[in-house]
């Protein structure tokens, strides 16, 4: 386990606004906590006591030697493994990418009764993000267990501070407004909150908020995380 994360689901419904630490945004919203853990392997196990369950868990397949950067992929058995590992753990997992064969993971986590948040990396390689998207929508279209769609991971911010493989936020909107025309399912973006506070018209192009809290990279108290 290497990185606990709080994520914040804000689902719009109807009109209104809705306040949270801060963050205004123009659409009444159902605020859910979805606890994200990341980087689970068959390796590390569980970790938690008999009958303990996670509400979500952040799930990054790739283990040593294994980088998608390299086109160097989880083989379809150590997907298997994991997924026996978390059905023991959470109902829900979120995926980051649907490339190399991680598309496969949705049906596997079909099979043992999970719910899979997949989501397509956006970055610098036009080529690239739109192979994600045909895989995510594809994806969406044959599945049975995926409540939303989430159409890149911090692109955006990655972009505004200047580091590589980022897209900027017109064309992740442009990607987001493709998706929801293809599939009719929710569809989001994750985003720190900043981004989010900052970009309201990138709040009216989703239709749930998906906030990405670091209280440890924002150098944050374990107090107040």
């Given at each position: 386990?290497?990185?606990?994360?709080?994520?914040?689901?804000?689902?719009?419904?109807?009109?209104?606004?809705?306040?949270?630490?801060?963050?205004?945004?123009?659409?009444?919203?159902?605020?859910?906590?979805?606890?994200?853990?990341?980087?689970?392997?068959a390796?590390?196990?569980?970790g938690?006591?008999?009958?303990?369950?996670?509400?979500?868990?952040?799930?990054?397949?790739f283990?040593?030697?294994?980088?998608?950067?390299?086109?160097?992929?989880?083989?379809?058995?150590?997907?298997?493994?994991?997924?026996?590992?978390?059905?023991?753990?959470?109902?829900?997992?979120?995926?980051?990418?649907?490339?190399?064969?991680?598309?496969?993971i949705?049906?596997?986590?079909?099979?043992?009764?999970?719910?899979?948040?997949?989501?397509?990396?956006?970055?610098?390689?036009?080529?690239?993000?739109?192979?994600?998207?045909?895989?995510?929508?594809d994806?969406?279209?044959n599945?049975?267990?995926?409540?939303?769609?989430?159409?890149?991971?911090?692109?955006?911010?990655?972009?505004?501070?200047?580091?590589?493989?980022?897209?900027?936020?017109?064309?992740?909107?442009?990607?987001?407004?493709?998706?929801?025309?293809?599939?009719?399912?929710?569809?989001?973006?994750?985003?720190?909150?900043?981004?989010?506070?900052?970009?309201?018209?990138?709040?009216?192009a989703?239709?749930?908020?998906f906030?990405?809290?670091?209280?440890?990279?924002?150098?944050?108290?374990?107090?107040?995380?």
């Amino acid at each position: 386990m290497d990185m606990l994360r709080d994520s914040m689901l804000l689902t719009r419904q109807g009109r209104g606004a809705y306040k949270k630490s801060g963050l205004v945004f123009g659409r009444a919203a159902v605020l859910a906590l979805f606890v994200l853990v990341a980087v689970f392997s068959a390796q590390a196990g569980p970790g938690l006591k008999s009958g303990d369950r996670i509400r979500g868990v952040n799930y990054g397949p790739f283990r040593a030697g294994q980088d998608p950067a390299t086109a160097s992929y989880p083989a379809f058995e150590q997907l298997e493994e994991d997924m026996a590992i978390l059905s023991h753990m959470t109902d829900v997992i979120r995926i980051c990418s649907v490339a190399g064969g991680l598309e496969k993971i949705v049906a596997l986590a079909q099979q043992r009764g999970m719910r899979v948040v997949a989501g397509a990396w956006l970055g610098s390689d036009e080529a690239a993000n739109q192979r994600q998207i045909d895989s995510l929508v594809d994806v969406a279209r044959n599945s049975r267990n995926i409540p939303f769609l989430v159409v890149g991971n911090e692109a955006i911010l990655r972009s505004e501070r200047g580091w590589p493989d980022s897209l900027s936020k017109h064309k992740v909107i442009k990607k987001i407004v493709e998706v929801k025309r293809r599939v009719n399912i929710p569809v989001t973006t994750a985003e720190a909150w900043k981004i989010w506070e900052e970009n309201p018209y990138l709040a009216k192009a989703v239709d749930l908020i998906f906030v990405n809290i670091h209280p440890y990279w924002e150098n944050k108290d374990i107090s107040v995380a």
